[in-house]
């Protein structure tokens, strides 16, 4: 367990008596059992509470304006009083989530509407209580963060099967143990809720902490959710929650509220357009086919899905068509290729003699069989999926994708051969933020803003802006290296230039005696050059693995001291979303460009762009702008305070591209610039 000071947030380690930093005895400790990487706001310094904020121009900013912050509450409040989206682009330190509050909340009171805060992560809805908690001092206010059923179910949480259920068996086994009286959870709530509700109106508690105290009372915490966002101001839900139609419709509905009468606040947009394209994609592969036939064979006789279709038959059919697909189209060591249009449906016409208006009674039959399935598991209470209804799903969604908006392939990997459908333009995913009146967009790192614009297709008069840090500028370097890159092509007509690149790594490291992070733009470079760093730096080192509890380990291990060096992937965990005050984290290396991978999906998405916008803008959209958000991610790492300080250097020529950007400098010596930025400090 790691434990943080309760008064000043510093790191102690088991067995301290008093805190190094700000020295008080450790009767304040708190325990983070969610480890290092949800825990990160607390450790960031406090910003000075208002005593009364009536006479403010921002009636819902509790704490002392920083630069500019009173500016970006005023923009986006009138950008909402006149319906409008508003697209932010917010630096390092301009406080994005409490000024996107203390804004809508001014127009949300007194309007009668109701906030919905989309998050990625629980640790950014935990930071949305933690600002609540601090605006309720002033004014009365009510917020809840909310969470799937399959983290929250107390009777069922944990059992294999259910993580990511899109099945919506864990709603049905749910609803059926509860019209039996048969969860124990859901007995209470009734008679729980009033201390339940008093916990959240006066602790704000992250999600966890709301689970334990449910957990505690012997009441299921997602029920009590139901009943909780009533009454609520604000709402905080992961972004499916109203990226998915089900859900959202859920959602709205336990909230008794309409659609019109809500504000949106969509927390680190930049990732908001990839997570609609993965909401809308999909895939239907061998062992979803395989369980189908499987359970198939549970069934009385053979049922027919039309006439002269047989249940047996055209799973037999569907399966072989697959694996017929993959061979047919995928050479020696390819993965992935495009499929015509429809041309798995034309297989199965052919096949089967029917017409698309035959072949819809099909998968309304197979529909009807797994539902018949789904039901007879219920009652016998086996904890156990359809698949023969899992697969009549995916199927119809496949029928009904849109060539305009979808590619579809066949695709291999290491469990075998599958059908992939990707949303390559979100625009029917995304349809409900784009209708509604007034929406607020922040990120720190969304330019180029008519991109993001365009991309979700956001009515013309969307209000776009950016805002600057108000941390000194003098704090924060960056330089790239003119001589060396890692594009693939020169990688393979120099095979010297890898080696120079890890000698040039190795010697910058051993140069650097301060807390270095190491990104690469892959797994598979990392790889390859962790036997030469091991060999020839000598420093203590730690490295990113895939066991989260490891990496947990070697973040703590790194913080702790101030000469170490951790190894990592700029798409990685580090990379956003965990701060490093202070000398935590001094010099950052990013070693290349993270160029999205060229698969068929961004080749897709190049090509449309083209179409609509213009010759290379395609490339634009879809390699420059992600590559140059990751890059200041990475960077961002770096500045999370007004005092801190840190360099970071790109060991890659292409980044002159975005020099400006990224306010860069061309250098030959990175040691020397790493060196004079220090001494000046």
Not at 107 to 115: D, E, M, N
Not at 275 to 282: N, P, T
Not at 439 to 446: A, D, K, N, Q, R
Not at 468 to 479: H, L, Q, Y
């Amino acid at each position: 367990m790691v434990n943080f000071c309760g008064y000043c947030g510093t790191l102690m380690m088991p067995g301290m008596d008093k805190c190094p930093q700000c020295r008080k005895a450790n009767e304040g400790l708190q325990s983070n059992q969610m480890g290092l990487f949800e825990m990160d706001f607390k450790r960031t310094s406090e910003p000075k509470m208002v005593e009364d904020a009536s006479q403010m121009k921002a009636p819902y900013l509790p704490y002392e304006p920083r630069e500019g912050q009173l500016t970006i509450i005023s923009d986006i409040r009138q950008a909402l009083d006149e319906g409008k989206h508003a697209v932010i682009e917010s630096g390092t330190g301009t406080g994005k989530t409490i000024v996107s509050l203390a804004a809508a909340l001014e127009h949300a009171i007194p309007a009668g509407k109701r906030i919905v805060y989309m998050t990625r992560t629980i640790s950014q809805s935990d930071q949305v209580m933690k600002e609540l908690k601090a605006i309720s001092k002033l004014r009365p206010i009510s917020g809840i963060t909310v969470t799937g059923r399959g983290k929250s179910c107390l009777l069922f949480k944990g059992a294999p099967g259910f993580e990511g259920d899109g099945s919506g068996l864990l709603a049905r086994m749910c609803e059926d143990h509860k019209a039996k009286n048969k969860c124990p959870y859901c007995r209470n709530l009734k008679d729980r809720l009033p201390e339940v509700e008093a916990y959240c109106r006066n602790s704000f508690p992250r999600s966890d902490d709301l689970d334990e105290f449910c957990r505690k009372q012997n009441v299921c915490p997602y029920e009590m959710r139901k009943l909780l966002m009533k009454g609520c101001d604000v709402v905080t839900v992961p972004y499916i929650h109203i990226l998915s139609e089900d859900i959202r419709s859920n959602l709205l509905r336990n909230m008794d509220v309409e659609d019109d009468r809500i504000l949106l606040i969509i927390d680190e947009a930049h990732n908001l357009v990839d997570s609609a394209r993965s909401q809308g994609s999909f895939r239907i592969t061998m062992s979803d086919i395989s369980n189908a036939i499987d359970e198939s064979s549970t069934m009385k006789g053979d049922p027919y899905l039309y006439e002269g279709v047989k249940l047996s038959e055209f799973l037999g059919f569907l399966k072989r068509t697959v694996r017929s697909l993959a061979n047919d189209k995928l050479g020696f060591s390819e993965k992935e290729k495009l499929l015509r249009p429809r041309e798995l449906e034309e297989a199965i016409f052919n096949k089967f003699t029917i017409t698309r208006g035959n072949f819809d009674l099909v998968l309304d039959q197979l529909t009807d069989l797994g539902e018949v399935r789904m039901e007879r598991l219920l009652e016998s209470g086996e904890m156990g999926v359809s698949h023969i209804l899992n697969l009549a799903t995916n199927l119809r969604k496949w029928t009904m994708t849109s060539d305009d908006s979808y590619i579809r392939a066949i695709k291999t990997d290491d469990d075998g051969e599958y059908l992939s459908a990707s949303c390559i333009d979100p625009f029917d995913v995304t349809y409900f933020i784009r209708k509604q009146k007034g929406v607020i967009h922040m990120s720190g790192t969304l330019r180029p803003l008519e991109q993001y614009v365009k991309t979700l297709a956001l009515p013309s008069n969307t209000f776009m802006n950016t805002y600057p840090s108000p941390f000194p500028k003098e704090n924060r370097k960056v330089v790239y290296l003119k001589d060396v890159t890692t594009r693939q092509q020169d990688l393979n007509k120099d095979p010297s230039l890898f080696n120079r690149i890890e000698r040039r790594l190795a010697k910058m490291i051993n140069a650097a005696n301060m807390n270095t992070m190491v990104m690469f733009t892959s797994y598979n470079m990392m790889k390859r050059m962790r036997e030469y760093l091991e060999r020839d730096v000598h420093r203590p080192m730690y490295w990113e693995e895939r066991n989260k509890s490891k990496n947990e380990r070697a973040l703590t291990q790194f913080r702790m001291g101030r000469d170490g060096v951790f190894f990592t992937v700029i798409s990685g965990s580090l990379s956003e979303g965990i701060d490093f005050p202070g000398d935590e984290l001094s010099l950052v290396v990013i070693v290349g460009i993270p160029y999205p991978p060229p698969n068929l999906e961004n080749m897709a998405m190049k090509d449309m762009f083209d179409k609509k916008y213009g010759p290379g803008m395609g490339f634009r959209y879809v390699s420059e702008a992600p590559a140059a958000r990751k890059i200041k991610q990475a960077i961002g790492r770096l500045i999370r305070t007004e005092t801190d300080r840190g360099i970071a250097v790109i060991m890659d020529n292409r980044a002159s591209r975005f020099a400006k950007d990224l306010d860069a400098e061309a250098t030959e010596d990175p040691i020397r610039d790493v060196a004079r930025f220090f001494d000046k400090s």
